[in-house]
């Protein structure tokens, strides 16, 4: 799919296991049914903003709609890269990569989450290398930000293995309450000194004026 008037469905990031691409619908509606299986335990909650609080049918539903929002939001000064994890073939988690007035402040942001079935395979630092490979190398990125619950050992090990440093603590609200959050922080050169998956991006040149780069 290489629609002339979205190029982002052109884009791919390869690493030795993954594939990453915006989902076509039916990409978009197999990633649905992942969420829908499962993708933290039930006693658990990683995300500040509660998304997986509902039924199965819900949090497909949640995934579906938000992942094409990305699309019809999007602009260059503020945008969502929503991007579907393959691994084999098949279709595993979500990898976001974000930025706002990114040609000004050369900052990116991530996010993601894998199917239930599929963690513990290091799947998530794999994907996550992906998303910094196309901000630092493929846009030009200067630095990449990070944040995790600090009880969320697996998140704040994915950071640690790729190089991200603390930067601070802050507080956010869930469920009326509140949680504790360790903000990450990513410069170039730390990138560069901890990279150590192959990544390959192909389709970039395209729609590279749509980020801002």
């Given at each position: 799919m290489?629609p002339?008037?979205?190029?982002?469905?052109?884009?791919?990031?390869?690493?030795p296991?993954?594939?990453?691409?915006?989902?076509?619908?039916e990409?978009l509606?197999?990633?649905?049914?992942?969420?829908?299986?499962?993708v933290?335990a039930?006693?658990?909650?990683?995300?500040t903003?509660?998304w997986?609080d509902?039924?199965?049918?819900g949090?497909?539903?949640?995934?579906?709609?938000?992942?094409l929002?990305?699309?019809?939001?999007?602009?260059?000064?503020?945008?969502?890269?929503?991007?579907v994890?393959?691994y084999g073939?098949?279709?595993?988690?979500?990898?976001?990569l974000?930025?706002?007035d990114?040609?000004?402040?050369?900052?990116?942001?991530?996010?993601?989450?894998?199917?239930l079935?599929?963690?513990?395979?290091?799947?998530?630092?794999e994907?996550r290398?992906?998303?910094?490979?196309?901000?630092?190398a493929?846009?030009?990125?200067?630095?990449?930000?990070?944040?995790?619950?600090?009880?969320?050992?697996?998140?704040?090990?994915?950071?640690?293995?790729?190089?991200?440093?603390?930067?601070?603590?802050?507080?956010?609200?869930?469920?009326?309450g509140r949680?504790?959050?360790?903000?990450?922080r990513?410069?170039?050169?730390?990138w560069?000194?901890?990279?150590?998956?192959?990544?390959?991006?192909?389709?970039?040149?395209?729609?590279?004026?749509?980020?801002?780069?």
């Amino acid at each position: 799919m290489h629609p002339r008037h979205w190029p982002l469905y052109g884009l791919r990031i390869r690493t030795p296991r993954l594939e990453l691409r915006l989902p076509d619908l039916e990409l978009l509606d197999a990633l649905a049914s992942v969420a829908a299986d499962g993708v933290h335990a039930p006693d658990a909650m990683p995300f500040t903003v509660p998304w997986t609080d509902c039924p199965p049918d819900g949090r497909g539903r949640a995934v579906f709609q938000h992942v094409l929002s990305t699309v019809a939001d999007w602009s260059s000064r503020n945008w969502s890269l929503s991007l579907v994890v393959l691994y084999g073939g098949r279709v595993v988690g979500r990898q976001d990569l974000m930025a706002k007035d990114f040609a000004v402040t050369g900052e990116v942001s991530t996010g993601s989450w894998l199917g239930l079935a599929h963690q513990g395979r290091g799947i998530g630092t794999e994907m996550r290398a992906a998303a910094l490979h196309l901000a630092f190398a493929g846009l030009g990125a200067g630095t990449a930000v990070s944040s995790a619950m600090t009880d969320n050992s697996r998140s704040l090990g994915v950071s640690r293995r790729l190089g991200y440093l603390p930067d601070g603590l802050t507080v956010a609200p869930l469920r009326g309450g509140r949680v504790t959050l360790q903000r990450l922080r990513l410069e170039r050169a730390r990138w560069e000194e901890h990279r150590s998956v192959d990544v390959t991006v192909e389709g970039l040149d395209g729609c590279r004026a749509m980020f801002g780069a």
